[in-house]
């Protein structure tokens, strides 16, 4: 049955989380655990809910604000895709974090549309830290920069930094990577840019979500080893 396969899900990752912030000796509730929940139905979703997760990831604005009405209040909503301005409008005031953050020309856009809603949006830095011709986000060296240039903008608020790293076979050749990301975070911190925050870490997929743990993440963003396969042909 679906229930029970995603209650199982959920509890076997549950587990690694737990295993993974052990081997670190980090604590279990310096980790956040992100559903991702993109092309899955709210039938879903709810199971997951149910057992107590509150915090789920969407990377599409059409299905994110689709699914927003259709689920309990106390969810705590996080675009983790890439966003363009236009869309930006849809959901400044309905997300608790922007992962995707990766020009100053999208955080511009935040920053007027969150004004004329009155929020304040907490939103991360995009880092494309494999310099991956396919992926979004800025490059490694230029993030510094780009915090830099978001921090004058009054109601968009720098909280870390997000990458995706590469899709690999093992997981464990992503650590550099992470271990890098967590580096540039300390680095940024250490500026102490006013309206700067490097406290989270959004890194780590179902493939690498533990490596990640490892080397710092404070969010982890989990799809298919929560909800399964994702069919995009449907
Ligand atoms: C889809 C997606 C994920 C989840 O990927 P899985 O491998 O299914 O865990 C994480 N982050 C982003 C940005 C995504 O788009």
Known sequence: MREQELKENLTNVEARVAEACKRANRKREDVTLIAVSKTKPVSDLQVIYNQGIRVFGENKVQELTGKIPEMPEDIDWHLIGHLQRNKVKYIVDKVKLIHSVDSYRLAEEINIQ??????????????????????????LEEAKQLCEEISTLDVVHIMGLMTIAPNVVVPEENRGIFHKIKELSVDIANENIDNVDM????????????????????????????????????
């Open 114 to 139: 969150a004004k004329k809603k009155g929020v304040i949006v907490p939103i991360l830095i995009e880092v494309n830290a494999a310099n991956e011709a396919t992926k979004f986000g800025v490059k």
């Open 199 to 234: 406290r989270i870490l959004s890194m780590g997929m179902t493939n690498d979500f533990e490596v990640a743990i490892e080397e710092g993440a404070t969010h982890i963003r989990v799809g298919t080893a929560i909800f399964g396969e994702r069919n995009y042909s449907i």
